[in-house]
């Protein structure tokens, strides 16, 4: 948006055309602000693997391997996915900093996979429970073991679930904002909502940067949403009415 | 019997082994941290040789501030949670009606869900500006107000545009998990009380409601978690202001841990707002158990 429309009175709902050039003006300019942007596309990818490969190893054998105490983990999960997010700040940030891992990716996407692999492995499970044991029974006369069970054929069979699991944790991660803003507090370090919200100085606000530079960084989150939206409403209400 | 036994027994051993790698990185993130964040709570000041006392939580009881911080996160909830069910319910039963054009309906209700909180509260500042806000423009031109309000300096006022953002935000959340509950009511149940003569008004207090109160239940319960701990909102939306009329617990206790480095004092108030949350999700919890179907 140029900034004679952002300053308008009255205000334009719909910017003239021409800004591209704030686009190539903003990289030029404020460089970091692309940084912040690759910040948090690694972060959430790396927390979506490793959440998709945990979350669908426990949840596998929650709901398909019978075991004792499986009921009381699924249950104890649920129960510390209420804990608050502002609780753990404190502590974590002391285990990080003894650790010299302030300010470098491991940190976030390890505090990133607690904080959603609970309600992953909820997701997970209630696609995995629809999965027809005759399949794993045959598997199993076959001599799979049960890690070549779920290799070779739950992971295959919850494709859906798995994506629908992924583009909500990948949202999560993207959109994440306190533990950010703790974690990596390094200019260089931190994630797009992070470095844009602390981006301006106290007195002048550029609004013009700041506009394109959230626009640029909602941009991911938008097309995902827009093109997967019925995986991902799937996904999020699935576990809402078991 | 031996072999069941003996089944039992390297079925717990595998479920373990697949359990273990997301069991451990739950332990070290959130449950060690609110453990260690209540030992720190229990000592004055940061030190090994500190003795342990409760001090830190009778300090919370006289500090005005975290009084003021408390009484605001729960205004936020009890006023913003209702509001965004109404708007909820309201677009959950529309939406379940056949029309044209729902699917880009929907994508268009899954947006604001999916906005970054923070980015969105600055987009939203940027609107409730005094000068330049469309807000304050929308309002004069259809002659609601006559002067430019000063929304985010306002003692009421700032509050109620917080209110309002996170309602627009979480609506739609509300509205797709009540969907969901929605689509699982069968469609003859309002057949037969058409049947019968109920009217749509009739149908929706006598069917929908009692079959769509656990979903409901669920709804709220992960609204008024959120909104119980929110942070990014008043951090990015009004900086706690004016005159702290908009700090909330979670923004007060980031303060004190990271601004003002008391970590003791403020991990004793991460305490106190994890003990009420965890005090509201066992109500809601108890609510779902009574029902009976």
Redesign the interface.
Known sequence: MPAKDIYAWPPKLFPSPGTIDNYIKIFNSSPELLRYILNSTIIAVFTTVTIILFGGLAAYALVRIKFRGSFSIMLGMLGVSMFPNIAILPAIFIVFKNLNLINSYPSLIIAHTGLFITMAIWILANYIRTIPFEIEDAAKIDGCGPFDIFWRIILPLSKPGIFATSLIVFIFSWNEFPLSLVLLHDNDMRTAPVGISLYPGEYSFPWETISTATFLSIIPVLIITGIFQKQIIGGLTSGSNK | MQLDYFK?HR??R??????L???L??I???????I??FL?SLKPEYSENSEWSFENYANLISDDRFVESFNNTLIFTFFTIPAELIFGLVIAVLLNKEFKFR?IV??AI??PW??????N???WR?MFNT????IN?GLI?IGLIENQLNWLGKEPLAMIAMMSVSTWKTSS?MA??L???LQ?IPKDLYESAKTDGASDLKSFFYITLPLLT??II??LLLRT?DA??V??LP??FTDGGPLNTTET??LY??RV??EFVE?NY??SM??V??IL??IM?LIYIKSIKNIDY
Request: aromatic share 20%; glycine share 6%; no cysteine.
């Open positions: 039992l079925n717990t595998i479920g373990y082994l697949f359990v790698p997301s069991l990185v739950v070290f993130v959130l449950v060690y941290p609110v260690q964040a720190y699917g929907r994508v899954l947006f999916a906005l970054p909180t923070a980015l509260a600055i987009m940027w000068e330049f806000g469309i423009y031109s959340f797709l998990l969907l969901a509950g699982t656990p979903a669920v709804s978690m119980l701990r942070f990014e951090f990015n617990i979670s206790s980031y841990l990271f970590f403020g991990s991460v305490i707002q994890f949350i965890m999700s």
